[in-house]
């Protein structure tokens, strides 16, 4: 009778996440790629969604006689899509939560068919004194368009994990299943 020898390789995973709190640098510049071209239908849809009636979002003809002559993007769509620019390269899976936003200005509109591209910087970090293996971090993001235009700034305070205490957390739940 022979055996077959049962040869066990494991397959390794990695899995996409953003960066913990003690991976996070101050002072670095996180550029976020790729970009996001915006347009007309994204405009529309954003902005009956959130039943925004503005004229200058939808009315193309009355837009065309207003100062930008033309109609613009939804500025509460360019915000969203700044922050969304980020998630992948810094929060994804390691935020615990979203603060606050402040600061937030829109120094050059947005058109449709713009593209844009989104850095932020890392403004101040601390450990929660509350919260232990947690932190807050304090980010400043930019938008520019294709023109390096600045379209968007904001300030953002996220409550983040540190990965030893995320590692615990996430042991402990399945322990618990």
Not at 24 to 37: C, D, I, K, N, S
Request: glycine letters at 8%; hydrophobic letters at 35%.
């Amino acid at each position: 009778m022979t055996t077959e020898s049962q040869h066990t390789t494991e397959t390794r995973v990695i899995e996409q996440r953003g960066l913990y709190f003690d991976e996070l640098e101050e002072g670095v510049v996180y550029a976020h790629r790729p970009g996001r071209t915006v347009t007309e239908a994204d405009n529309v849809l954003f902005t009956t969604m959130t039943m925004n009636t503005q004229a200058l979002h939808l009315d193309a003809a009355w837009s065309a006689e207003q100062p930008f002559g033309q109609r613009l993007m939804n500025s509460m769509f360019t915000l969203a899509t700044v922050v969304g620019q980020s998630v992948p390269q810094l929060t994804q899976g390691t935020i615990i939560a979203q603060l606050g936003l402040t600061d937030v200005s829109f120094p050059h509109p947005m058109y449709h068919g713009d593209t844009l591209y989104t850095e932020t910087v890392v403004t101040g970090k601390r450990l929660s004194s509350s919260r232990p293996g947690q932190g807050i971090v304090t980010m400043k993001h930019t938008g520019r368009n294709q023109h390096g235009d600045v379209v968007a700034l904001a300030t953002r305070s996220c409550l983040m994990w540190t990965r030893e205490a995320h590692s615990a957390d996430q042991t402990a739940h399945r322990g618990a299943e």
